[in-house]
């Protein structure tokens, strides 16, 4: 086994198990990364020196193959209704069977962090046979730097083999795929899938899972603090604006997708961002398409235009789900502590293709606790096959396939938080207004972006609002604040921009009734006062 790099010379792969007759690379830095993902094949440059791979049939994520291992540590913890179990026995199997695999591979190592907070970090070290992934994966987590690299030692281990093949017979999987995670031993073997989120996610699974013990909130959402030091998060399911809306040249980036919420305030899980980049441009998402082209940037599945080799943001034709993952840096106005204060404003945001919510809402500490276990979003028609109208997407805790407790446990632990640090809580709608998806429009980015800087500045503090009849929070009425030019104050009432008064009343109530429908399962989690903060389907508006 040859070994090159830099790492620990008391904590080489060999001390969880693992061997190769090939090479062996710890913690390579992006040019040597390239030139391997190059030369191996994996990978191709575009035009403005991003690297770009294609990631075959899984363009996402298969929360279908993911396993939790179901013994005398997860048995009471963790949340059986939502994880799926596998047994320690086929566990074992399954990690011999990767280490024979591994053994005659190229093995590429990453030394990383989870985690801003020295108190609550977790140190992981990730094991991929792809160069590319070996980078994204270091865009993604905390870079130790030289020194601490001498003395690091992993409390996670992360074996990521795209080319393993599970058995479902001997590994007690659903397919070929898995990703299967020994919270005891914290251990992930990622193997069948080529889609790299796959070991973000696995690092936020695991401290899903260890935060809440120790009192300590995780949280799917962006953040980004004021010139003030106003720290403001957001709270949303892909494709709702969670990215786009916490980078702000005004505010400073703390992040993007994962943070956790402790006694000395937020801190970031990560050291990079991981855009969705479908139909990105540099006028909607200056920032944003700066960081994705640019040396050093991943692209995922986002198609080369042939003779220029420049990215085609606008190219849907190998998934919806196209992505770039860069370090947090490339954001020029972004926090290299990766900590801020506790927040003064939580922003929970839903891409409403049902064109019923309105642009933004004022929620109780009820109502949050709510609307944060419902964690609603909609699919649009056509997004999916057989998907015909908008459908409702509701994802507890607005990440519930990374949750490992009852979601209850992460409601009761932010509703404390609120209540103790008098937190103002929004409800954002990016999705459509004037109707539904194909007979409205998208929430003009102009007019949503102005909303909210009047929220977290505290300009709506003022604003006269009104109860809404269907839903309960509180709407405002007029914004004297936001440019008219900006903003269209009838857009603050969503079923004014209607022709069809009658249908936005029949699309509310169905609406309503579907969120009455999901919260039955928390109805026994939760006190009198979130039961009240339900909305109720009314027989007209008022």
Not at 262 to 274: A, L, M, R
Not at 278 to 285: D, G, K
Not at 385 to 401: D, H, L, M, N
Request: one cysteine or more; a negative charge; glycine letters at 10%.
């Amino acid at each position: 086994m040859q070994e090159f790099g830099q790492w620990n010379r008391a904590c080489a792969i060999g001390v969880p198990g693992l061997t190769t007759g090939r090479s062996v690379h710890y913690n390579l830095h992006a040019p040597d990364l390239y030139a391997q993902a190059i030369l191996r094949g994996e990978a191709e440059l575009s035009a403005d020196g991003a690297l770009v791979a294609y990631t075959g049939q899984h363009t996402g994520r298969s929360p279908k193959d993911k396993f939790i291992v179901r013994d005398e540590t997860t048995q009471a913890a963790v949340w059986w209704g939502a994880n799926q179990a596998m047994a320690p026995e086929a566990f074992e199997r399954l990690h011999a069977d990767f280490a024979a695999h591994a053994a005659e591979r190229d093995l590429f190592v990453q030394d990383l962090v989870g985690g801003a907070d020295p108190a609550q970090k977790l140190p992981v070290r990730v094991v991929t046979e792809l160069a590319w992934h070996s980078l994204f994966i270091r865009n993604l987590l905390i870079r130790p730097g030289a020194a601490e690299l001498e003395t690091f030692v992993p409390d996670m281990t992360i074996i990521d083999l795209p080319s393993f093949r599970a058995d479902p017979a001997r590994h007690g999987t659903r397919s070929e795929t898995v990703i299967a995670i020994d919270l005891a031993r914290m251990i992930v073997l990622i193997g069948g899938t080529a889609y790299a989120g796959e070991m973000k996610k696995a690092v936020f699974t695991a401290l899903n899972h260890l935060l809440p013990g120790r009192g300590v909130m995780p949280m799917h959402c962006s953040a980004n603090v004021g010139p003030g030091g106003d720290t403001a998060v957001f709270f949303g399911l892909s494709g709702t604006g969670k990215t786009t809306l916490s980078a702000d040249p005004s505010r400073m980036l703390i992040g993007d997708d994962e943070h956790g919420w402790g006694p000395d305030g937020i801190f970031n899980f990560e050291g990079g961002c991981y855009a969705k980049c479908i139909r990105l441009s540099p006028e909607a998402e200056p920032q944003i398409f700066a960081a994705s082209t640019r040396f050093g940037a991943v692209l995922e599945n986002v198609v080369l235009e042939p003779v220029t080799r420049k990215p085609d943001f606008d190219d849907e034709s190998k998934t919806e789900n196209t992505r770039s993952a860069y370090p947090l840096p490339f954001i020029p106005n972004a926090s290299m502590s990766g900590r801020a204060g506790k927040p003064k404003n939580i922003v929970m945001l839903a891409a409403d293709a049902f064109g019923v919510m309105p642009p933004i809402a004022r929620l109780t500490p009820a109502q949050a606790m709510y609307h944060f276990l419902s964690g609603y979003t909609a699919k649009v028609a056509g997004t999916e096959r057989g998907v015909t109208e908008p459908t409702p997407e509701f994802s507890a805790c607005f990440g519930s396939p990374f949750l490992t407790r009852h979601p209850s446990e992460y409601g009761a632990l932010l509703k404390r938080l609120i209540a103790e640090h008098d937190v103002s809580c929004w409800l954002v709608n990016t999705g459509w207004t004037g109707g539904a998806h194909g007979a409205g429009s998208r929430m003009p980015i102009k007019a949503t972006r102005a909303l909210l800087s009047a929220a977290l500045g505290g300009s709506l503090d003022d604003a006269e609002f009104r109860t809404d009849p269907w839903f309960g929070f509180a709407v405002p009425v007029d914004v004297q604040c936001i440019d008219p030019a900006i903003l269209d104050p009838t857009i603050l009432d969503p079923r004014s921009t209607w022709a069809d008064k009658a249908a936005y009343d029949r699309q509310a109530k169905k609406l309503v009734g579907m969120f009455i429908d999901n919260f039955a399962k928390f109805e026994d989690h939760v006190d009198d006062a979130v039961l009240g903060a339900a909305p109720r389907a009314l027989e007209a508006a008022e």
